[in-house]
């Protein structure tokens, strides 16, 4: 997802998809650890993905202070 994406969602929205990602990269990893991942890359693009989206939670939780 784009950031301007990740903006137009509501708070609720995010908390949901960001609790997604992370189910899928605990997922991912213990593909990893049983040598059964093929595609190394979605756990870096997930990792930064979640990081954007705790990033614009944070500055809607600023925003309605």
Avoid: C, N, P, W
Avoid at 25 to 54: C, H, N, P, W, Y
Wanted: positive net charge; hydrophobic residues 45%.
């Amino acid at each position: 997802m784009k950031v301007k994406e990740i903006r137009a969602l509501s708070v609720d929205e995010i908390l949901v998809k960001t609790a997604d990602m992370r189910d899928e990269m605990m997922k991912l990893r213990f593909q990893q650890v049983a040598g059964q991942l093929t595609d190394t890359s979605r756990l870096r693009i997930l990792r930064r993905q979640i990081a954007r989206m705790e990033t614009i939670l944070t500055q809607k939780k600023h925003l309605a202070e």
